[in-house]
């Protein structure tokens, strides 16, 4: 249907810097793998405290230390003092310099701290740049240097060419996470105009054309073991044995939800991008607000963040654009029929009714509905995130403002 829409946007993504994408996929090492990303990891964690505590020298000398200079540095001494490294693979030492450099030009302007040593604790990691094609994935197995091939649980989800892969380990178990350069992926000619999505914490989302995503089945009965766990550690006397055993618990959880959702919303978030070509979703701080149980919080603050952040790659990726609600756009306080906004909406009325023209429907499907609406008549803008404020003139964070595209967006308002 939006014609209109398949052309144009390559043009302006190419222009645009490569989209890189990272996809965190399970390992199956053997042992012999196991033992040698233990060491490549801990040979990462020394180049790193290495590099860093040069850095600090040199800077008090009154020398210039950069990341190039030490990978040099390191390079000429290694042989004679760190023969050991020469068991790992060169890229294991290069990139923990390479981090350090990174770590410290977040700091100088200003993203990040302080580069800090790492500790034995830490998790244990190293990466492996591509630039030689030292490494390659095949569907559900990727070929890493000096170790050859280990199985993955699952195929990378991007395809283009494979620019870092970074080894990790987590709670004993090892996950590599690919980085891909996904430039090449081409933007698809959605069937849809536009959506709105109301994010929710037992079902992921409601959208505005009254589809409830559940999400898996898994994910239902991890939420009810977080919230028994939740209730076990509260009853727990502080600072008890109990309770640190009743926290490593909740964490664990925690953790296993996050998965679930993550997962979960990333076939939810590709969907939604090749379907719908506007995309109306909430402010995150609202919904912060809105939903202060300890809880629901915990679980909807990094589901809600973890779905911001595909929603709007994706988009990108796909040609889709995302428009985000003010924050104070009363999206649940809305009649989406006839626009009547109400005083009160208590968090317990499940069901929206409108006493000024009648309208009745779900509080989610009515604030999802609300967010279709206020998407499909902001400015249209190019593909990218875009804020907009209800009733006022969105504002558009890139460049220019197609008006023909403007009629086809407008009917699923
Ligand atoms: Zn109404």
Same mark, same amino acid.
């Given at each position: ?26 390992l ?62 060169? /890229? ?92 090449e ?80 919303t ?9 379907t719908? %070509? ?19 919080r ?19 990726l796909?040609g ?17 029929? /006839? ?28 604030? %999802? ?25 969105a ?19």
């Amino acid at each position: 249907m939006p014609a209109s829409h398949g052309r144009g946007w390559s043009t302006r993504r190419s222009q645009e810097r490569p989209v890189l994408l990272a996809h965190k996929i399970a390992l199956d090492p053997n042992m012999a793998q196991r033992v040698y990303f233990a060491r490549a990891s801990g040979t990462a964690r020394f180049s790193y405290n290495w590099a860093l505590a040069e850095w600090q020298r040199q800077y008090k000398a009154g020398e210039k230390p950069s990341e190039v200079s030490l990978r040099r540095q390191l390079n000429t001494i290694k042989r004679d003092q760190f023969v050991w490294m020469f068991d790992v693979t060169k /890229c294991a030492v290069q990139e923990a310099i390479i981090d350090l450099g990174t770590a410290f030009r977040a700091f100088f302007e200003k993203r990040g701290k302080y580069p800090r040593f790492k500790r034995k604790e830490d998790k244990p990691s190293f990466c492996a740049a591509n630039e030689a094609g030292t490494f390659r994935a095949d569907g559900k197995r990727i070929k890493l240097p000096v170790i050859g091939w280990i199985g993955m649980r699952e195929e990378c989800r991007f395809s283009g060419p494979l620019k870092r892969a970074t080894v990790s380990c987590e709670a004993g178990r090892w996950f590599v996470s690919l980085m891909v350069d996904t430039d090449e992926v081409q933007p698809v000619a959605q069937p849809e105009a536009a959506v709105g999505i109301d994010l929710g914490v037992t079902t992921l989302a409601t959208l505005s054309t009254g589809e409830a995503i559940e999400g898996p089945k898994s994910h239902k009965v991890a939420l009810a073991r977080l919230r028994r766990a939740n209730k076990a550690m509260a009853r727990k006397r502080r600072g008890s044995r109990n309770a640190r055993k009743a926290k490593a618990r909740l964490g664990r959880l925690h953790r296993r939800v996050a998965a679930i959702r993550r997962d979960a919303t990333h076939k939810m978030t590709t969907r939604i991008a090749k379907t719908y %070509a506007v995309i109306g979703i909430e402010d995150l701080n609202v919904r912060g607000m809105v939903r202060n149980r300890h809880l629901a919080r915990a679980v909807s603050d990094g589901g809600f963040h973890e779905f911001r952040r595909q929603i709007t790659y994706k988009a990108r990726l796909y040609g889709a654009r995302v428009v985000v609600a003010g924050r104070w756009y009363p999206s649940s306080k809305s009649c989406s029929c /006839c626009g009547v906004i109400k005083e009160t909406l208590a968090l317990a009325e499940r069901t929206f009714r409108c006493t000024d023209c009648g309208f009745e429907a779900g509080r989610d499907v009515n604030a %999802a509905l609300n967010l279709a609406a206020m998407a499909a008549s902001s400015a249209v803008a190019a593909c990218g995130e875009i804020r907009a404020d209800a009733g006022r003139k969105a504002r558009v964070k890139r460049t220019s403002v197609k008006q023909e595209e403007n009629t086809v967006l407008m009917e699923a308002a």
